[in-house]
């Protein structure tokens, strides 16, 4: 069987199992089996697939037809400039969430230290790809889950950043480690209703509680702002990353708190995605 043909095909099993993305998800996992880029594919329709590369394409088929997201398949995704190892304990890095990134980059271009906390750290992408773009900044990250932060260490040990960051296991009501200049989390924001309501493909597969944020999406960000109260210093900021329609109520957690609200950015859907604030 040649290129084109187990593309076809692929695609049509992928479809058939409402797999939105069928073309595109089996491009990509044939690209990977034969380890070359996509472009490979489209310039090499007619080149007949070994056995063993067949058999291979056809078994990552049969795994994504049933939802499970092509980065858990390969254990991999990309943020950012990089690469990061990934597994079913700790979700999938979103390009919306490279905002975050963006943002800290921003707001700290004329800084040359600064000592960074993370919470809910999952795989590290965010903490990880700020210390790589700034040299002399330090970072602690905590998350609730051993799981993660093993990942996040491997992830780290990728990048060579381990002795510019701290992991500790540690849920955000009980960490009391340090004063920071900065504070970025991305916690889970998701209500009931729209966490009941979410694709197969999530719901199925990436770790509720990166995701479900209680009954109204707002409990552990609310926790996040209280605890970024006591651990931040005069004048720090907080990043929080936000659903699209949870400003409001945000922005007066945020006051409550006594936290200046700076700016709220935009997604690439021009959602509301993120919130900076300062401890006043």
């Known amino acids: 069987m040649n290129i084109q043909s187990a593309i076809n095909k692929g695609s049509k099993i992928l479809q058939n199992n409402n797999i939105s993305s069928f073309r595109l998800d089996s491009e990509i996992i044939l690209s990977k089996v034969l380890n070359k880029e996509r472009s490979y594919i489209f310039l090499n329709l007619n080149k007949v697939l070994s056995n063993d590369d067949l058999n291979r394409f056809n078994d990552l088929i049969k795994e994504r037809q049933t939802g499970k997201p092509i980065a858990y398949i390969f254990g991999k995704k990309e943020f950012w400039k990089f690469e990061f190892d990934v597994d079913k304990n700790v979700l999938i890095p979103r390009p919306d969430t490279e905002l975050i990134v963006e943002v800290i980059l921003e707001l700290t271009k004329n800084k040359t230290s600064l000592k960074l906390l993370d919470i809910g750290i999952g795989s590290g992408c965010i903490i990880l790809s700020i210390l ?7 970072g602690v990250g905590i998350d609730m889950s051993k799981k993660c932060l093993k990942i996040s260490k491997v992830n ?7 002795n510019r960051v701290r992991f500790f296991k540690s849920d955000v009501d009980n960490f009391n480690y340090g004063k920071y200049d900065l504070i970025v989390s991305n916690p889970p924001y998701i209500n009931k209703f729209s966490y009941d309501c979410l694709e197969k493909g999530i719901l199925d597969f990436e770790p509720k509680i990166a995701l479900y944020g209680g009954i109204d999406g707002l409990s552990e960000i609310r926790k996040v702002v209280n605890k970024s109260s006591e651990l931040l210093k005069k004048n720090g900021k907080l990043v ?7 400003r409001e109520k945000v922005k007066k957690i945020l006051n409550d708190k006594k936290f200046y609200i700076n700016k ?4 690439y859907a021009k959602n509301d995605r993120c919130i900076v604030s300062t401890k006043m």
């Open 132 to 138: 790589r773009e700034k040299k002399g900044f330090y």
């Open 156 to 162: 780290s040990n990728k990048l060579n950043l381990t």
């Open 240 to 246: 929080l990353e936000i659903a699209y329609d949870q």
């Open 264 to 267: 709220i950015l935009k997604d």
